[in-house]
T-cell receptor, first 114, second 110 residues
Framework: DADVTQTPRNRITKTGKRIMLECSQT?????MYWYRQDPGLGLRLIYY???????NKGEISDGYSVSRQAQAKFSLSLESAIPNQTALYFC?????????????FGSGTRLTVV | RKEVEQDPGPFNVPEGATVAFNCTYS??????FFWYRQDCRKEPKLLMS???SGNEDGRFTAQLNRASQYISLLIRDSKLSDSATYLC???????????FGTGTRLQVFP
């Protein structure tokens, strides 16, 4: 099993629908992240959590919410999806103080909003 | 101005060629630097960290110039399997938040 698992892998949804992207990890890391990737724009941070009781907005949090249900689970929700939220979404965990060396990414969720 | 800037490419090079990618960062508080590789529609994977003294890993050499806020990646003897997008990444201060460049696409042809 992957260390960081994202579900679903692909999703097509309609404008205005609520959708949740799920992320679970077996790394035992406290820190978890949600990134979004658009063509030509690299990865941008949506939300991050340094422990179960700590949630922080990233660079592009508008239109998104998150829930840290447990150390191992971090979900991203789009309350009312819109077409410009069509993107590739990555969840990641990190080991504190290790920088990128301690990062583990999930395989991504490709979301299309029509 | 983007925090991390890269030439998007694509760089089209023949097998065996040497190719260099450059990256500039704007935040002088940046402390750690990395190159990631990303294959199409896959997650990014750490290629190498970049140290102040420069470092080498096989055919890959990374350099950092803090004064100019500039990072480079050199790939020697390019292989077809090197075809991918290379992301320049910085870590600011003592946080674990990574700031990604937009990536440079490399296509190696036979």
């Amino acid at each position: 099993d992957a260390d960081v698992t994202q579900t679903p892998r692909n999703r097509i949804t309609k404008t205005g629908k609520r959708i949740m992207l799920e992320c679970s990890q077996t790394k035992g890391h406290d820190r978890m992240y949600w990134y979004r990737q658009d063509p030509g724009l690299g990865l941008r941070l949506i939300y991050y959590s340094f422990d179960v009781k700590d949630i922080n907005k990233g660079e592009i949090s508008d239109g998104y919410s998150v829930s840290r249900q447990a150390q191992a689970k971090f979900s991203l929700s789009l309350e009312s999806a819109i077409p410009n939220q069509t993107a590739l979404y990555f969840c990641a965990t990190s080991d504190p103080g290790q920088g990128a060396d301690g990062y583990t990414f999930g395989s991504g969720t490709r979301l299309t909003v029509v | 101005r983007k925090e991390v800037e890269q030439d998007p490419g694509p760089f089209n090079v023949p097998e065996g060629a040497t190719v260099a990618f450059n990256c500039t960062y704007s935040n002088s508080a940046s402390q750690s630097f990395f190159w990631y590789r990303q294959d199409c529609r896959k997650e990014p994977k750490l290629l190498m960290s970049v140290y102040s003294s420069g470092n080498e890993d096989g055919r890959f050499t990374a350099q950092l110039n803090r004064a100019s806020q500039y990072i480079s990646l050199l790939i020697r003897d390019s292989k077809l399997s090197d075809s991918a997008t290379y992301l320049c990444v910085v870590n600011i201060g003592d946080t674990d938040k990574l700031i990604f460049g937009t990536g440079t696409r490399l296509q190696v042809f036979p």
